[in-house]
C-alpha cells in the first residue's frame, strides 16, 4: 500500500507533516471529546443507531472547522487533516473510532491547533471542542501508524535496496482505443445502465474514474479591470506623473539616505620633511537637498509614480463601479421585478455589460484618481479578449538551428462554458479570474450552500467580518485581485448544491456524450482484456520451455502485436518519466503499472523463476499490458542507506493517510449505513481500501 499510495507523498506532508512530528514525541494525556445524542435513528455503524442530533452536532463542528480552514488558507496555514476528511459524516465516523480505540490527544497537540488558530487572529467561543475532537482524530491515526517508525538498521537498509531498484520489462500493450472500432453502438438502455451504474460517483474515482455526480456549481457573472490598459495609459513621462510629482514633491521625490562617507585629514605624515603648516580638510561633498528635483528624478522614480497611479485609478473605478452595484442591488432585494438604475433588470446578464459602460460617464470621474477612460471587461466579454490576445502568442519559439514554419498559436476555445454552472475546478481553469484565488470562499461562505446553524457558526467565530464573508445570491463582491494585478468585481447568478442526475436523460448533451464515450471504453477494454488474457496463457505456455525468457517476443509474433523492451523503470509514482517510453501514463495510472511491474519481483523470489510474467491492469490509462521481466538493477549502498530509508520511511508513512481518511473506507470500517442506504436492495460490498492495520493484526 505503501508503494501504490506514494505519488500523494508531498500533499500529506503539507497537512500532516508538522503535526506527526509531534504526535510522535508527546504522551496522550488531554480527556476525550464526543458526541452524544438522542432523536431518531438517521444510520448505524453496525448495530449501534446513529441519531439525528450526533449528525448535526458533528456538521455544526465540522462546520466550525472548515471556517477555520479558510481564514488559514488566507495566510498560507492549515488544519492538519482538513483536507483529508472531506465532509462532517466521516468526521463523526472517525471520532467514534477514535472513542473505540480508547484514543485521547495530549494537551500539547491541542494547543498546537489553538495556537495555529490564534495565529490568523481567529478567536471566538466553541473552537475549543472542535479542535480537540480533530485532535482525537489525528491521534489515532498517528496510534496506527506509530509501529513502522520502529525500523532497525538491517530493515532500513534492506527496505531502501528493495525500493530503489529498477527493473526492465519485455511487454505486449492491448490498449482499449484499438478495439473501440469492433463495439457497437450503445442503445438507449445499455446507456441507462451505464450511468446508473456511476452516477454517484465524482468523476475521477475508483479505478476507471467514471463518475458523473455533480460537485457543488455556481454560475459567476463578473468585471475585470484591467490593470494593464490602465497603466499604459500613463506613460511614465507624461504630464499625469509630472502633476503628481508636483502636487506631493516630498512623497515622490524624496532622495534615499545615501551613506556617510568618513573624513580623513589630509595632515602629511609627520616622518617626512618639515612643512610649513599642517592643514586638514574635509573630503565630505555639500550634502544634497533632501527633495530631488524633476529633473533628478530617475525613470525608475517616475514609473513607480505611475504604477501608484494606475492602481488608485483602478481602485478608484472599482469603488464607483461597486457603489452603483451595491445600490441596485438593495433596490433588487426590494423588488426583484423593477429596473436598476442603468435601465435593465439587476439579475439580467445585460446589467454587468450597462455597469462596464459607467467607466465612460463624466461624472463618475469627478474628484477620484482617473482610471483613463479605460473599460471593464464584462464576463463573459473578459474571456473571449484574452482568448483573442492569445492568438498573438506563438506556443513554441522558433529554433535557432533549423528554420520554422508558421508559428502555432495558443487554441482559441475556453476550457469550459464560463456562462454555465460550474464546478470550482473547472471555474479555476478560467483564464483571469481564475488565478485570483476567492472560489475556495465563495463555495464555503455562500449562504444557499449554508444552514442557519452554519450561519450563526461563522458569526460566532469572526463576529466583524461574517457579514463580508458570508455571500448572498446576486450580491456585489468586493473587489479581488488576480496575480496579474487586474481587480474583479463579481456575483453569484446561480448556484447548485452536490446532487446526484435524476436520470441519463437530465443529463447536458456533452455528459450524455461522455457518459456514451466511457460505455465504449469500458467495453473496449473489456474486449483487450479478453485478448490480453489469451496472450498471457500463451506466454505461461511458452515459459515452460527452455528459452522462456523470450517467451514475450514469441507469443507477439503468435498475435501479430509488438513487443516493447522498456528502459529501466523506478518504482516512483511521483515521477511521469518512469513510464515505458511507448506506454506514457497519467499520474492517475502510472502507480497501476508500477505496482504491476514490481510485483514481478515478488514473483520472481516466490516462483523460483528469472523471468516471470503477469497480466498488469491499467484501468486509468484503458490498458493492459502482458509483461515480463527481463532485468533488475540492483540499488547501491554507500553505507548511509539505513540513514536514509529511515528518513524516507517518515516522510513514506504519511500517504497512508490517504487510505486511512477516505471516506468509503472509513464506512467500510465502522460499517455505517445511512437511512437512505438501508432502504436500497442489499448489493456487493464495494471494494475500498480500508488503512492501515497495527503491528501484529
Known amino acids: 500500500m505503501l508503494k501504490y499510495l506514494r505519488e500523494h507523498n508531498k500533499k500529506i506532508l503539507a497537512v500532516l507533516g508538522v503535526f506527526l512530528m509531534i504526535a510522535f514525541i508527546i504522551p496522550s494525556t488531554a480527556k476525550r471529546g464526543g458526541f452524544g445524542g438522542s432523536g431518531r435513528a438517521v444510520g448505524h455503524m453496525g448495530k449501534t443507531p446513529v441519531t439525528y442530533d450526533e449528525l448535526r452536532q458533528a456538521e455544526e463542528e465540522w462546520r466550525v472547522l472548515t471556517n477555520i480552514e479558510g481564514r488559514l488558507m488566507r495566510v498560507q496555514q492549515s488544519l492538519p487533516g482538513m483536507q483529508l476528511i472531506g465532509d462532517h459524516t466521516t468526521y463523526f465516523l472517525l471520532l467514534r473510532e477514535a472513542q473505540q480505540m480508547n484514543v485521547v490527544p495530549s494537551a500539547a497537540i491541542v494547543n498546537q491547533l489553538e495556537d495555529e488558530v490564534k495565529s ?115 506613460p511614465a513621462n507624461g504630464m499625469d506623473v509630472y502633476r503628481a510629482y508636483l502636487d506631493q514633491p516630498s512623497v515622490w521625490g524624496m532622495r534615499e539616505e545615501e551613506p556617510k562617507p568618513t573624513t580623513q585629514p589630509t595632515t602629511a605624515p609627520t616622518t617626512g620633511p618639515a612643512v610649513a603648516a599642517a592643514t586638514t580638510q574635509p573630503t565630505t561633498a555639500p550634502a544634497k537637498p533632501p527633495i530631488k528635483t524633476w529633473a533628478e528624478m530617475t525613470e525608475k522614480d517616475k514609473e513607480r509614480i505611475a504604477d501608484a497611479l494606475a492602481t488608485a485609478g483602478e481602485r478608484a473605478l472599482a469603488m464607483k463601479l461597486g457603489q452603483i452595484m451595491a445600490k441596485d442591488w438593495s433596490g433588487y432585494r426590494q423588488d426583484p421585478q423593477a429596473n436598476s438604475s442603468l435601465g435593465v433588470p439587476y439579475d439580467s446578464p445585460e446589467y454587468m455589460a450597462k455597469l462596464a459602460e459607467q467607466a465612460t460617464n463624466p461624472d463618475l470621474q469627478s474628484g477620484v484618481p482617473s482610471w483613463h477612460g479605460v473599460k471593464p471587461l464584462a464576463n463573459p466579454l473578459a474571456i473571449e479578449q484574452y482568448v483573442d490576445k492569445l492568438k498573438e502568442k506563438p506556443t513554441t519559439a522558433p529554433s535557432t538551428t533549423q528554420p520554422v514554419a508558421a508559428a502555432t498559436t495558443q487554441p482559441t476555445t475556453l476550457p469550459v462554458n464560463p456562462n454555465a454552472l460550474l464546478a470550482k475546478d473547472q471555474l479555476d481553469e478560467l483564464p483571469g479570474i481564475g488565478k485570483a484565488g476567492l472560489f475556495p470562499y465563495m463555495f464555503a461562505y455562500y449562504q444557499p450552500f449554508l444552514s442557519m446553524e452554519e450561519m450563526q457558526l461563522i458569526r460566532q467565530i469572526d463576529p466583524q467580518q461574517a457579514a463580508m464573508l458570508i455571500s448572498r445570491p446576486m450580491q456585489p463582491s468586493q473587489p479581488v485581485r488576480d496575480s496579474f494585478g487586474n481587480l474583479y468585481i463579481y456575483r453569484i447568478a446561480q448556484a447548485e448544491p452536490e446532487t446526484t442526475p435524476a436520470n441519463f436523460e437530465s443529463l447536458p448533451v456533452a455528459v450524455q456524450q461522455r457518459v456514451e464515450s466511457d460505455y465504449i471504453t469500458f467495453q473496449a477494454y473489456e474486449l483487450a482484456k479478453k485478448d490480453a488474457t489469451a496472450c498471457f496463457d500463451n506466454v505461461k505456455k511458452l515459459m515452460s520451455g527452455k528459452e522462456a525468457q523470450f517467451a514475450i517476443s514469441d507469443a507477439a509474433v503468435a498475435f501479430k502485436k509488438q513487443a516493447i523492451v522498456t528502459d529501466e523503470i523506478k518504482n516512483d509514482p511521483n515521477d511521469l518519466s518512469a513510464s515505458p517510453k511507448d506506454l506514457p501514463l497519467s499520474s492517475a495510472a502510472l502507480p497501476q503499472f508500477l505496482n504491476g511491474a514490481f510485483d514481478l519481483l515478488h514473483q520472481r523470489l516466490t516462483e523460483s523463476q528469472q523471468h516471470p510474467a503477469r497480466l498488469i491492469e491499467v484501468p486509468r490509462a484503458a490498458t493492459l499490458v502482458v509483461a515480463q521481466l527481463r532485468s533488475v538493477k540492483p540499488a547501491k549502498d554507500d553505507g548511509n542507506s539505513s540513514l536514509r530509508m529511515q528518513a524516507e520511511y517518515r516522510n513514506e508513512v504519511l500517504p497512508l493517510a490517504l487510505a486511512w481518511f477516505n471516506a468509503d473506507a472509513v464506512r467500510t470500517r465502522m460499517q455505517y449505513k445511512s437511512e437512505t442506504e438501508e432502504k436500497r436492495a442489499p448489493s456487493q460490498p464495494q471494494q475500498v481500501p480500508i488503512g492501515p492495520m497495527p503491528i501484529g493484526q
Open 120 to 234: 490568523a487572529d481567529i478567536e471566538g467561543s466553541g473552537l475549543s471542542r472542535p479542535l480537540t475532537n480533530l485532535a482525537t482524530i489525528l491521534q489515532a491515526f498517528t496510534s496506527r501508524v506509530q509501529p513502522v517508525f520502529k525500523l532497525s538498521p538491517a530493515l532500513a537498509s534492506y527496505s531502501y535496496l528493495d525500493q530503489h531498484q529498477a527493473i526492465s520489462l519485455d511487454m505486449i500493450p492491448f490498449r482499449a482505443d484499438e478495439y473501440r472500432g469492433k463495439v457497437a453502438k450503445p442503445t438507449a438502455q445499455q446507456l441507462r445502465e451505464f450511468f446508473d451504474k456511476y452516477k454517484d460517483k465524482d468523476q475521477g474515482s475508483g479505478d476507471f474514474g467514471f463518475g458523473y455526480r455533480y460537485p457543488k456549481r455556481i454560475r459567476v457573472q463578473y468585471l475585470m479591470i484591467p490593470r494593464k490598459a490602465i497603466r499604459d495609459a500613463i
